[in-house]
T-cell receptor
Framework: GAVVSQHPSWVICKSGTSVKIECRSLDFQATTMFWYRQFPKQSLMLMATSNEGSKATYEQGVEKDKFLINHASLTLSTLTVTSAHPEDSSFYIC??????????????FGEGSRLTVL | AQSVAQPEDQVNVAEGNPLTVKCTYSVSGNPYLFWYVQYPNRGLQFLLKYITGDNLVKGSYGFEAEFNKSQTSFHLKKPSALVSDSALYFCAVSPRNTNAGKSTFGDGTTLTVKP
């Protein structure tokens, strides 16, 4: 099946610094990727839809200047948490929609990135 | 707007017993329906999907789900639970259009299978 790689798996940073998380589709092309945030024992909160070659579409309440998304190629999307603060600590997950499968909506997920801001 | 409800936060079953994890949805039109599983500190893994056709869908690890249009339900089932099935399960719905993939997820159900 299609594989999505997310890196890093764990990251600890100081308050005020920026952190970049990468999401790569390894064996398929993904014109669309999605970024989620997940709090402990809670569901996925969709943050934004990342479209290759265009600006990301952010969900209501998500600060686009805080969570910068870049989708420069058909296999890579990045999420940068800028000027991170402890309240940004969370589990961030990406998913990708295979171009060939865009009519069925099946998603392939990365392994997630645990961000801890001290 | 589409929505998904998983009425049970927690489901506990004994190993070897059948299990059911419930899901109901609300959406206009005919959506795509999915089940995903998440193990601790991991991303989600696809289990199965309903697109069209037979209402009983078979997926990975012996799981199956039954689509019931009149009840707008898509319950996940397995005839004989394993301890290794213990995980967090998400039901999801996706529209049948260019937004396919922008899925709406339920709040998740934690399945615990006891030996």
């Amino acid at each position: 099946g299609a594989v999505v790689s997310q890196h890093p798996s764990w990251v600890i940073c100081k308050s005020g610094t920026s952190v970049k998380i990468e999401c790569r589709s390894l064996d398929f092309q993904a014109t669309t990727m999605f970024w989620y945030r997940q709090f402990p024992k809670q569901s996925l909160m969709l943050m934004a839809t990342s479209n290759e070659g265009s600006k990301a579409t952010y969900e209501q309440g998500v600060e686009k200047d805080k969570f910068l998304i870049n989708h420069a190629s058909l296999t890579l999307s990045t999420l940068t948490v800028t000027s991170a603060h402890p309240e940004d600590s969370s589990f961030y997950i990406c998913s990708a929609r295979e171009v060939a499968g865009m009519n069925t909506g099946e998603l392939f997920f990365g392994e997630g990135s645990r961000l801890t801001v001290l | 707007a589409q929505s998904v409800a998983q009425p049970e936060d927690q489901v506990n079953v004994a190993e070897g017993n059948p299990l059911t994890v419930k899901c109901t949805y609300s959406v206009s039109g005919n959506p795509y329906l999915f089940w995903y599983v998440q193990y601790p500190n991991r991303g989600l893994q696809f289990l199965l999907k309903y697109i069209t056709g037979d209402n009983l869908v078979k997926g990975s690890y012996g799981f199956e789900a039954e689509f019931n249009k009149s009840q707008t339900s898509f319950h996940l089932k397995k005839p004989s639970a394993l301890v290794s099935d213990s995980a967090l399960y998400f039901c999801a719905v996706s529209p049948r259009n260019t937004n396919a993939g922008k899925s709406t997820f339920g709040d998740g159900t934690t399945l615990t299978v006891k030996p």
